[in-house]
């Protein structure tokens, strides 16, 4: 069964947990794993469904016992399993990895997200990012695609969690057109006291 066959049946049996009629384009992969290097590492990728940002991401250098597939439909995530030897796999909800050990404690790097945002609950949207940040090196970066013309993360999300979004690209190459955004953690404001002189000093 080709993968645009399984990917049309997940749709059909669920639209919203999967977003999107067909699997992400090889294009909107390039784009989306862009800044990812071997050094970039380790990586989670959430929601990967058929593997097209997986293939990617090892292709770019990621190896593959650096690389983690969350994915919550067990039979995506039995088909990652076998089609991608030595990455390693979670069949889980990507809510709940704030709550489970990744890597032996150590930080990631990069995440990479397939999460289709635009359909989620903002509560679902603030877990997924708060539980990644959790695991994130203070550098760590998260990457998100959306089909719409805004930001996929609310701002009042972002606000809540110190984050700051950046627009990495946008490709028409894929059905509907996908635009990419970077999220990072705000850098840390310095406090200031106010001395008997007048002058602020931290």
Same mark, same amino acid.
Not at 191 to 202: F, N, S
């Given at each position: 069964?080709?993968?645009?066959?399984?990917?049309?049946? *997940?749709?059909? $049996? #669920?639209?919203? @947990?999967?977003?999107?009629?067909?699997?992400?384009?090889? !294009?909107?992969? /390039?784009?989306?794993?862009?800044?990812?290097?071997?050094?970039?590492?380790?990586?989670?990728?959430?929601?990967?469904?058929?593997?097209?940002?997986?293939?990617?991401?090892?292709?770019?250098?990621?190896?593959?016992?650096?690389?983690?597939?969350?994915?919550?439909? *067990?039979?995506? $995530? #039995?088909?990652? @399993?076998?089609?991608?030897?030595?990455?390693?796999?979670? !069949?889980?909800? /990507?809510?709940?990895?704030?709550?489970?050990?990744?890597?032996?404690?150590?930080?990631?790097?990069?995440?990479?997200?397939?999460?289709?945002?635009?359909?989620?609950?903002?509560?679902?949207?603030?877990?997924?990012?708060?539980?990644?940040?959790?695991?994130?090196?203070?550098?760590? $970066?998260?990457?998100?695609?959306?089909?719409?013309?805004?930001?996929?993360?609310?701002?009042?999300?972002?606000?809540?969690?110190?984050?700051?979004?950046?627009?990495?690209?946008?490709?028409?190459?894929?059905?509907?057109?996908?635009?990419?955004?970077?999220?990072?953690?705000?850098?840390?404001?310095?406090?200031?006291?106010?001395?008997?002189?007048?002058?602020?000093?931290?």
């Amino acid at each position: 069964m080709s993968d645009a066959v399984q990917f049309l049946r *997940a749709w059909i $049996a #669920d639209p919203i @947990r999967l977003g999107s009629i067909t699997p992400s384009s090889n !294009a909107l992969a /390039a784009l989306i794993t862009s800044e990812i290097t071997a050094q970039t590492t380790p990586v989670i990728e959430l929601g990967p469904g058929t593997g097209v940002f997986t293939k990617a991401l090892l292709a770019r250098g990621v190896p593959p016992e650096r690389l983690l597939l969350v994915e919550r439909e *067990a039979k995506f $995530a #039995d088909m990652l @399993r076998d089609r991608f030897p030595g990455v390693g796999v979670l !069949a889980m909800d /990507a809510t709940d990895l704030g709550r489970v050990e990744l890597f032996e404690g150590e930080p990631v790097k990069a995440v990479i997200s397939g999460l289709p945002f635009l359909s989620m609950p903002t509560r679902a949207i603030m877990g997924v990012l708060d539980g990644c940040f959790a695991h994130m090196s203070p550098d760590g $970066a998260f990457y998100q695609f959306t089909y719409g013309a805004r930001c996929p993360v609310p701002r009042a999300v972002l606000e809540r969690l110190g984050l700051k979004s950046q627009r990495v690209g946008r490709t028409f190459s894929n059905f509907p057109p996908a635009t990419v955004y970077r999220f990072r953690r705000r850098p840390m404001r310095r406090l200031y006291a106010v001395h008997g002189d007048g002058q602020p000093r931290p």
